[in-house]
Every structure is written in C-alpha cells, then in structure tokens.
C-alpha cells in the first residue's frame, strides 16, 4: 500500500455505484427500477409522436366542426400522457394501450352502429342538409348567356389542376374545383396582357393540355363561396365562362326551384327536397329516422320474408356445424387417442392442414372445385356429372355444410386431444372394472368431463359460426337468389352476409341504416343465445 493509496471500505467505487448515490435521471425513476437512459428517451420519443399526431387531429377535427370527438381525443391524449409521466401506476402503463384500442375498436364501433340504425345514412342521405343544399346547386350547370369570356393559364401544384384566369377588364383571378377564385397580383403576364403564371404553380404545356383535356374539363372554379353563384369551366383550356345549374336554393322558403320548369322542390322532412308529385332531388342528407329501420325489416313483405329464411338457415347453419364439427373432431381426437395406434403424429399433421389455410382462400378454392361445368369434383372424381353444387339450393347448403365441416373440424380435433389427454386414464379403468362397456364409459365418464372445458368454446363456435361470413360469401355469395325478391338475398346467406349486401349491395343501392339495424338484430340475438348457453353450462361445473 502506497501513500497515495486511500483506504477502500465496503461500497466504494465509482460514484455512481457508491449507495445513496444516484444518476443525473434518477428523478425520472424510483429507486428500484431499471429504467435506464435508452428507456426514457424510447418512452419520450413514443409520447411526442403520439401527442403529435393527437394535435394534427385536433386541427382536423375543429376545421370539420367535430367537437365531440374532438374533445374525447383530447382526454385521451391528456390521460396518456399523465399515465406514462408519472413515476408509479405500473398497472396502468400496461393496461392503457388495451382499454385505447377497446374504446376506438369496440365502443366506438358499437356505439356509432347503434347512432346510425336510428337514420336514414344511405346512398344519398350521407351529409348534412348544407353538403345537399351546395350539391344541388352544382347539378345540372349550363353556361349563362353573354357571360364574360376569360382568359386561361392552366396551373398545376401538388398534383391538383387550377385555373388562372383573366377577364376582360384585366383583373387576374386563380381558383381550383375546392378553392373558390381570387385576386392575385402576383401573376406573370405575356404582351398581351394575359396571366400566364403564378409563383408557386407550374403552368401546363400545350402538349400536357392535351394529355389531360379529360381532366381539365372537369374542373369547375365556384365564382364565390356560394354554390349558387356557379363556376368558371373550359371546354378547350384556353378561355373560361360562367355556368351556373337550373336549380336555385331559396333560403327564405326552404326550397329548390327549377327555372326551367318552374317545379318548387320542399323540404317534407324526409331528408330530401320533394316536389308535389313526389319526385325527389339526389343528394338527400342524413336525419333521424327513430325506429323505422326496425319497422321496415318487420314490415316490409319481400324485406320481412327473406329476413325469416335467413334467420331460420342462420340458426341451421350454426347449430350444424358446432355439431358436425365437434362430432368428427371428437371422433377422430378418440380415435387417436389410442395409446397403441402407430404413427399417430402424422396422421395429427396431416389433420389439422384445413385448419392451416385461410378460410377466404379455402373458400375460394372450394368454389372452383365445386363449379358444375368444370370443377374437379364433377369433371374428375364423378366422371363428368353435371351436379349443380353451387346453384341449386338445397346442393348449395349441403356444400356450404360440407366446407365449412372441413375447415372446423381440425379446430375441435385439437381441442378434444388435449380435453382428453387431460382425463386421467384411471376412471375410465374403474368404468371398465364395474363391468361398464366402453361406450356406456365414454358416455358416462369422458363426455361429462370433456364438456365441462369444451362447453364454453362450443358455445363461442355457435357465434363465430352465426357470423361466419368468409365461407358464405367466397364459397357462394349468399346464392342462389331467392326469386320472389327484388333484394340481393339468396338461399345460404346468413344473416350476417345479408347485413354486408344491404350496406355495400349494388342492387338495391346502400342503405347504412337498415343494415345497422339488422346488425343491431344479430347482436341481441346472439347476446341473448350465449347468456342462456352459459347459465346452462353451470350445471356441467358440479362434475368432477
């Protein structure tokens, strides 16, 4: 030991290792934890791209007046931000991320639904009465008579067209479809006094003119922030001239008035002006409707008709293929069960390759092979029969049943494995040592002790299935059609499909509402079928 040498005592060391001495972030973390410098700048950078983008839709939100989401993205971004700021709450930092996503997936989701099922959203009902009122007033525009000639530049910025246009008294004006014309002084002019650029904008060859006259002919300037004013258009990407539509919007009596046929259109409080003679103008705007959704799917005849078969084929359907599912799987998992079977691991493998593939994409594939002019079931397994699968009704159910068996039953083989792997072997020797056959002993020891852990997925399988839109709708599209109905809606659809038709059908046009309602339908039906499932399956709890 040298005189330079200080004496070293327990917990000496570099100062930040010495107990009671801290970093300079140790005010970010409790003693204990271990946080280090990389975490807390990963923890700031995550909640600066979060609060970040909550003020970019702060922004968004107010320019479109939505307060009210406005305000719970607001609270939202304020409850996260004081969750991952403090120094305690670990429960809360974990369980945060989940309730967001629960909130903006789920509630959100139903709540919206449950808004929409009481209006009338729909083709032509999906704005409000001003995005109507400033539609209208954009149909049907023709050019005034002697309206002024202008001159035209067309410009281009950010990929959008506009036009820069001067009148004949020289004033230079540029607008495009969304931005209402207005003065500029900036414009570059040529010798004859016609603006020809603006900074900011590139101005459009005579060759780019032609390759895009298309898209120049559907530009249309608004004169000024009302409609009703018309617009500025071309028919040759030189000169401009006024247009303005037959149809003028009187505020003071609420109504629309064609100036050339001199109909006044009203508003009935149907959301939509209507004339005397019950022509309607389109675009409507969304309104409440209460519940006449609900009584239109009640009372509609060929509405209501086709609603009862597809409920009846929607319980069927799911009834049967929890039972045919669960039966094959449940024969199969005892089958190989059998401690002496050989080569039980492949024959597993190969089991569960249904279960492996995408059911859009089995379903597809199904749909090509049950095809009746040259699917391979007809043309190569049956000889060349021609058996319409997929268009005769009764074929059509029986195929779906049969794809959709083949696509659950590896599910319910897993699950019955393990339920049965789990039953000590023990019970069934003591079945078989009071002289019970094995049947009597699957029946009276292992099925009641199977169902008590397979009970509760046979009951989510009854609602996956009353829902199971991949397999109707790539297999068959709901076909074949019913032909006493004007609606979409054929022979296998379930209940869900039609709720996808009567929102997205092409038929009958969209209607959001009437499909929210019969989603709403779905909901009860299936909330109250697995409430009374799962009070039933109580009894099961009382076997051991």
């Known amino acids: 030991m040298t005189l330079t040498d200080e004496p070293r005592t327990e917990g000496s060391g570099s100062p930040d290792q010495r107990p009671g001495r801290r970093g300079p972030w140790a005010w970010l973390s409790r003693p204990g934890e271990t946080d280090g410098l990389v975490g807390i700048l990963v923890k700031i950078v995550l909640l600066a791209v979060v609060d970040a983008f909550a003020l970019y839709a702060v922004f968004l939100l107010a320019a479109q007046d939505e307060w009210l989401v406005l305000a719970i993205g607001v609270v939202l971004t304020v409850a996260v931000n004081v969750i991952y700021l403090r120094r305690d709450g670990l429960p809360a930092k974990y369980l945060a991320p989940g309730i967001v996503l629960l909130l903006v997936f789920q509630v959100f989701v139903m709540v919206y639904t449950g808004f929409i099922a009481f209006t009338n959203a729909g083709d032509g009902h999906l704005g409000s009465k001003d995005d109507a009122v400033a539609a209208i007033s954009t149909k049907g525009q023709e050019r005034v008579p002697d309206s002024p000639q202008y001159q035209l530049s067309v410009l281009e910025r950010r990929g959008e067209l506009a036009f820069l246009l001067t009148a004949p008294d020289g004033a230079v004006t540029v607008g495009s479809s969304d931005e209402p014309q207005e003065p500029t002084d900036d414009a570059e002019t040529d010798g004859s006094g016609k603006a020809v650029g603006l900074d900011g904008y590139t101005s459009l060859s005579f060759e780019e003119l032609l390759q895009r006259q298309d898209e120049i002919l559907e530009v249309a300037v608004p004169v000024s922030d009302d409609p009703a004013d018309g617009s500025l258009r071309t028919a040759d990407g030189s000169s401009a001239y006024e247009y303005r539509s037959h149809l003028r919007y009187d505020a003071a009596t609420d109504s629309v008035t064609d100036t050339t046929t001199g109909v006044v259109y009203r508003d009935e409080g149907d959301g939509a002006f209507v004339s005397a003679d019950g022509d309607e103008l389109v675009p409507g705007w969304q309104i409440n409707v209460g519940f006449d959704n609900f009584r239109r799917a009640a009372e509609t005849p060929q509405l209501r008709d086709s609603l009862v078969s597809v409920i009846a084929w929607t319980f069927v359907f799911a009834t049967l293929s929890v039972v045919l599912c669960f039966g094959l799987g449940l024969f199969l998992a005892t089958v190989f069960n059998v401690a002496r079977m050989r080569g ?201």
């Open 344 to 544: 039980k691991k492949f024959y597993r493998v190969m089991l569960i390759l249904p279960y492996a593939f995408p059911a859009f994409l089995s379903g597809l594939v199904w749909s090509g092979m049950l095809n009746a002019e040259f699917g391979f079931i007809n043309q190569v397994l049956l000889g060349g029969a021609d058996i319409e699968w997929l268009t005769d009704p009764w074929l059509a159910r029986f195929s779906v049943l049969f794809v959709n068996l083949w696509l659950g039953f590896p599910y319910m083989f897993l699950v019955c494995t393990g339920a049965l792997q789990s039953i000590p072997d023990e019970m069934s020797e003591a079945a078989r040592m009071d002289g019970a056959s094995p049947w009597k002993a699957f029946r009276a020891v292992k099925l009641p002790l199977l169902l008590v852990s397979v009970a509760p997925l046979l009951i989510t399988t009854f609602a996956y299935n009353f829902n199971n839109f991949n397999v109707i709708y790539m297999l068959t599209r709901g076909g074949p059609r019913f032909e006493d109905t004007t609606n979409d809606v054929g022979a296998t659809d379930l209940l869900i499909t039609m709720v996808y038709k009567v929102a997205f059908g092409t038929g009958t046009g969209r209607d959001y509402g009437l499909a929210s309602a019969l989603a709403i339908i779905i909901f009860v039906v299936i909330g109250v079928i697995s409430a009374l499932l799962f009070r039933r399956t109580k009894a099961l709890e009382d076997i051991h």
